[in-house]
């Protein structure tokens, strides 16, 4: 499969996106602003993907503050 690497900010309001990406994604990196939110970097399969769009859209976070870095073969 081709997995996704992305890097998301996600907002200290937003706790439960974070906890949905603990568990569905392979988180690689974390780290928290003074101000509480917390930039992931985290690989994620191609199917899962489509829930995590929604899962952004839902927190009010858009496709640009997501950035894709790089896809993988596994």
Request: aromatic fraction near 2%; proline fraction near 3%; hydrophobic fraction near 35%.
């Given at each position: 499969?081709?997995?996704?690497?992305?890097?998301?900010?996600?907002?200290?309001?937003?706790?439960?996106?974070?906890?949905?990406?603990?568990?569905?994604?392979?988180?690689?990196?974390?780290?928290?602003?003074e101000?509480?939110?917390?930039?992931?970097?985290?690989?994620?399969?191609?199917?899962?993907?489509?829930?995590?769009?929604?899962?952004?859209?839902?927190?009010?976070?858009?496709?640009?503050?997501?950035?894709?870095?790089?896809?993988?073969?596994?």
């Amino acid at each position: 499969a081709n997995d996704v690497v992305l890097t998301v900010e996600i907002p200290a309001t937003e706790g439960r996106l974070l906890s949905w990406l603990h568990a569905n994604a392979d988180i690689l990196q974390e780290e928290t602003a003074e101000t509480g939110a917390v930039t992931t970097r985290f690989r994620i399969d191609p199917a899962t993907k489509g829930k995590l769009e929604s899962e952004l859209k839902r927190a009010g976070i858009g496709e640009q503050d997501g950035r894709r870095e790089r896809t993988r073969r596994t």
